[in-house]
């Protein structure tokens, strides 16, 4: 997010010590900030990666995360550790209080509401909270745009714990299915309300 940069929360985790009296020619250790459609290949590894080995199918597709990261970069947050991309979220806007299929490839500007479609975190980095660490900064940040009022998400049943250690209720069953895959659906309130903009370091 070209805005990220701005959030004080968003800032990197690590940052070296700059190079006096001249150009730094290191990468920050560690560094939260959106995605490009340039960034869409590393995205599309990882996730083909994370999820057509336990599922058999991938959230978005790469010409989908392509889409996505064109319309709406705001809505995505990757993790890098010196310059190499180990993390990442995707969302985008909707606009019902349930999700569909149309939810699955639509952007819908005015919408209230943020859909992730994806969180993933590239397979030498899992086991150690990254995947928890990058929900919170994404949420975190969605509290300072006043147009999301609430972030919703569909998994399958085995991931609902993770969520819920986010803060993310059950909504019930999801609409959608894909081929024999069944999905919960997920919310966390938001609602931009000043104290918790006040507090989030907006």
Avoid at 25 to 39: N, Y
Avoid at 61 to 84: A, Y
Wanted: proline share 7%.
């Amino acid at each position: 997010m070209s805005v990220v940069s701005a959030v004080p929360f968003m800032k990197p985790l690590h940052m070296r010590s700059p190079v006096p009296q001249g150009r730094r020619h290191t990468l920050p250790a560690s560094e939260f900030r959106s995605l490009s459609p340039e960034d869409a290949i590393s995205v599309f590894e990882i996730e083909r990666e994370a999820f057509i080995s336990v599922s058999g199918e991938c959230p978005l597709h790469l010409d989908e995360v392509r889409h996505f990261l064109s319309l709406c970069p705001e809505l995505s947050l990757g993790w890098f550790e010196e310059g190499r991309l180990v993390a990442f979220i995707i969302g985008s806007l909707w606009d019902q209080e349930r999700l569909t299929m149309d939810a699955l490839t639509l952007h819908k500007p005015q919408g209230p509401t943020v859909h992730i479609h994806v969180l993933a975190v590239h397979r030498t980095f899992r086991q150690q909270g990254k995947g928890s660490i990058l929900m919170w900064r994404y949420l975190q940040y969605l509290r300072c745009l006043p147009y999301v009022r609430r972030a919703v998400l569909m998994c399958e049943n085995f991931l609902v714990p993770f969520y819920q250690k986010s803060g993310f209720k059950v909504q019930g069953p999801s609409e959608i299915t894909v081929g024999p895959l069944t999905f919960t659906e997920m919310f966390y309130p938001i609602r931009g309300h000043a104290f918790m903009r006040r507090n989030s370091g907006c």
